[in-house]
């Protein structure tokens, strides 16, 4: 290499160091004109071009820097870099093998084939790669704190935090490990020792937005709620667009009772990852105007879309019928899984239902249903909490009811979607006193998950699966009962709102929806909450239900 050139790329690096990428890239393309095998100039300038979303540029570089050192094993991680971020997960699969291949040592393909199973929730494939990594070279700390995360992720919560004290011990200072420890810690409800770690996290990194909202989300599982949302706030301050953040104050707010704030924050729900799927198949429904109270109504069609699981939906149900009182000229169409389509048919307030995934016809306003809370600015107190579903008088459920004895619907399972589900969910033997007490009959309204029931003999339980084909179904079923016992599910949302006598059998740490310690909550009158008295302890929980049914039989 000529003097000339050694001094010329010398600059660049000194210009692309300072962040003067007008200047680097010029000096690489100068340099690359006069020596086209500079690999060095041509990574430097991929990585510019990356930075540009310059991504067909990039590898069209490298690809013509392989004709020259086709066993470099840093161009093929950089275009393995590159075609993940254009979505072809396959092409970057196949060049950071090839990474591995002209350097078997090449700790950085490794990691980066794990992060990308990472980032597409392949969990166990992740921390696989990571342990190969490790046997390549067991002295990189990242390498423990990646496989740590994954562990994480895959609910592998020993084998997690036994790599991340690995990580501490090699590294004292590692503030990465620390946080993956404390979000274990969270996991697993060791409340105290994730906020000892999540501390330690930020003492060694104090400007990590990441780290304060850790702290934040630890003090509101500790039910610390001020202290939960003075440390969200702050990671919003350093880190305006944090979402997660954001979500996690909302729902801070919304179990205080705090909803003008909580259901503003709540918005940034809609920025979540698992949102992009649900934002991209709505295609063409954004691109029209988002609802709001002063547009002119008349004439007008508003289409509110559905977003979460079916309890979500019909506990915001009721801000559709207030929002038709308001605007009676307004056409109100919803879009719903089509289990709700003839439920939500029988709702006056609704004018059109249509099925997810079908033809939505015209409409000339869209809002998501979940942001008519905002939107209508309602406070805890102002709840519209009548029942608010409605049934066909002349249509009924046939089933055969004994005499003298209190008929009690239950349900025990909540969706397996549900990230908080193995809290939410008892054992069926829990309501074997209630089985074998000769003044109560039980019907199950347990649907896709009730394969308990099978252990039991039908004049114990009976299983009204088969005919529940849909919400409207299993709402004419609910009104020929006199009581409602349900976990946290759709079941309890389907019961207040029909104003249904409702035990709801609540873990400890309850969602936002259910309040702190109440029994009552101003969403359902008609149901009362029993919780927990200790976090997936049931036993006491069911003491107490036990006794109300004592008090239900003489009524």
Known sequence: MSQRLLEDFREALKAHRKGDLKRAKSLYIEILNRDEKHIDAALNLANIYLKEHRYSFAIDLLQKALRFAPQNALIYNQLGIIYEKIGKSDRAIEHYKNAIRVDEKFINAYNNIGAMMYRQKRYKEAIEIFKLSLQKDPDVVATYVNIGAACHRARLYEDGIRYLKQAIKMEPNNSGAYGNLGNIYNKTKEYELALEAHKKALVLDPKSASNHANIGITYKNLAEYEKAKEALQKAIEIDPNFTNAHFDLATTYLILGEYEAGFREYEWRLRKEEMIPILRNLGSVLKKPRFTLDLPTEERTLLLWSEQGYGDMIQFARFVKVLKERFPKLKIKVEVREALKELFEAQKYFDEVVVRGEEIGEFDYQLPLMSLAHLLNVSYEELPNEPYLTLPKGEKFKIKKPKKRKCIGVAWRASVTSESYEGRVFDLKYLEPLMKDRALRLYSFQ????SQ??????????????????????ALAMREMDLIITSDTSVAHLAGALGKKCFVMLQRDAEWRWGLDESSTNWYPSTKMIRQEKQREWSSAFEKLYQEIEEFKKG
């Open 447 to 450: 649907v896709g998950d009730s």
């Open 453 to 474: 029931i099978d252990a039991y003999k039908q004049k114990d339980i009976l299983n009204l699966e088969p005919k529940l084909k849909n919400f409207k179904e299993s």
